[in-house]
C-alpha cells in the first residue's frame, strides 16, 4: 500500500511538472494570437493517472503557470477550470465504460467535454468576474484554437505512449 501511494505522489508532481511546462509554452497560430499545450498534458495526465491525484496535478500545474506567467488574475479560475475538466474526463470515461463503447472513442469524448468547459468557463469568468462583459467573447477563438489543439496532443501523445509499452497508471 505505502508503494502504491508513493507512485501515485510521484506520478502527480510528474504530471504537475508537465502540465506546468507545457502551459508555459507559448505556441504561435497566425490567425489568433498564441496558445499554449498545457491542455493536452492536462488531458492525457487524466486518462493516464486518474482520481484526485489527476484532479489536483492537472489543475495546480496550470495554476502554478498562470502565476510564473504573470497572470495572477487568471490562476484562481484556472485552478478551478482544469479541476473541473479533468473531473469531466474522469466522469467521461467511466459513463463510456458502462457503455463499452471503445476506449478511444472515450478520450475523445471526454477531450471534447473537457474543452467545452474550458471554453465556458473562461467566458464567464472574464465577463462576470473580470467584468469584460461582452468583450469576452473576443477570447473565445483563442481558448476554441487551445482547445482543439490540446485535444489533437493529447490523442496522439496517448496513442504513441501506448504504442511504446507505457500504459496507463490509474489509482
Partial sequence: MHQKRLQCVVFSAMF????FAATMIAVPTGLV??????????LLCAWMLG????VAS????AALADLAAGYAIYAP???VIKALMVVAV???CRAMEGLRLSARLSRVLSAICAELIM??????YEAFVLQYGLAAT???????VQGALGIVLSLVLYEVLERAGIGVHRE
Avoid: E, S
Fill in 16 to 19: 504537475c511538472a508537465l502540465v
Fill in 33 to 42: 494570437g498564441n496558445v499554449n499545450l498545457g491542455d493536452g498534458v492536462l
Fill in 51 to 54: 482520481g484526485p491525484w489527476a
Fill in 58 to 61: 492537472a489543475a495546480l500545474g
Fill in 77 to 79: 479560475a484556472t485552478l
Fill in 90 to 92: 474522469l466522469f467521461v
Fill in 119 to 124: 471554453l465556458v468557463g473562461y467566458f464567464l
Fill in 138 to 144: 473576443a477570447n473565445i477563438p483563442f481558448n476554441a
